[in-house]
Nanobody
Framework: QEQLVESGGGLVEAGGSLQLSCTAS???????????MGWFRQAPGKEREFVAV????????YYVPSVKGRFTISRGSGDDMMYLQMNDLRPEDTAMYYC???????????????WGQGTQVTVSS
C-alpha cells in the first residue's frame, strides 16, 4: 500500500530553521505516476492551508505568499523523497504540516489523493 510519511518537525525559536521530509513508500517508484507533490498545514481551529507544491515532471514550484522567500520545496534525486526547507520561522508558522500527492499541480487540497499523517512544527516567540 502506497503511503507518505512526514518527518523533521519539532520545536524551534522564531527565526530558526527546520527541514521537513516526506518519504513515499509501498511500491517501487511510489511517486512515478505522481504529477505533483505538495505541503499543506493546519493550525488548531483553522482550515488546512496550502503551503507549496512542486511539479514532479519539470520542477516548477508555487508557494503561498506568506512563506515565499522563506520556504523552499524540493524533491530528492529519486522518486520517493520531497523536502520543505523552512527558514526564518515565525510563530504563525506553527501548525501540523502534511505532505500530499496529486495527479496534477494544484493549490487545492481536494486535488490531492494521497496524504501523510503530518508532522508538528511549533515556533516559539
Amino acid at each position: 500500500q502506497e503511503q507518505l510519511v512526514e518527518s523533521g518537525g519539532g520545536l524551534v525559536e522564531a527565526g530558526g530553521s527546520l527541514q521537513l521530509s516526506c518519504t513515499a513508500s509501498g511500491r517501487p517508484s511510489a511517486t512515478s505516476s505522481t504529477y505533483a507533490m505538495g505541503w499543506f498545514r493546519q493550525a488548531p481551529g483553522k482550515e488546512r492551508e496550502f503551503v507549496a507544491v512542486i511539479s514532479w515532471s519539470n520542477g516548477l514550484t508555487y508557494y503561498v505568499p506568506s512563506v515565499k522567500g522563506r520556504f523552499t520545496i524540493s524533491r530528492g534525486s529519486g522518486d520517493d523523497m520531497m523536502y520543505l526547507q523552512m527558514n526564518d520561522l515565525r510563530p504563525e508558522d506553527t501548525a501540523m504540516y502534511y505532505c500530499a500527492a496529486a495527479p496534477r499541480v494544484s493549490k487545492e487540497a481536494n486535488a490531492y489523493n494521497l496524504w501523510g499523517q503530518g508532522t508538528q512544527v511549533t515556533v516559539s516567540s
